[in-house]
């Protein structure tokens, strides 16, 4: 747990098995997009936005997509703005 633009971060990919390889943070939205490289060789992109939680003082970065697999960086990243310019 740290604290991320302006959020606390808990990490998806806890396991170590998957490294982030891209971070964007979209401010003017308030939107975390986070794509991490698995060992298999896929790419998990994540959307966040921040929401309120009652036990934190800052508010939290919450996943808001659903979890998808794609077989390139590339098409991970074509996903996330896909789903940005439908989520906004």
Request: net charge negative; proline share 5%; charged share 25%.
């Amino acid at each position: 747990m740290e604290e991320k633009y302006g959020g606390i971060w808990f990490s998806v990919e806890e396991d170590g098995a998957a490294k982030i390889v891209s971070e964007e943070y979209i401010p003017s939205v308030q939107k975390l997009h986070v794509i991490y490289h698995q060992e298999n060789g896929t790419f998990l992109p994540f959307s966040f936005v921040l929401k309120q939680d009652h036990q934190w003082r800052l508010p939290i970065w919450s996943q808001e997509n659903q979890k998808a697999m794609m077989p390139t960086f590339g098409s991970a990243k074509e996903y996330l703005k896909s789903y940005a310019d439908i989520h906004t």
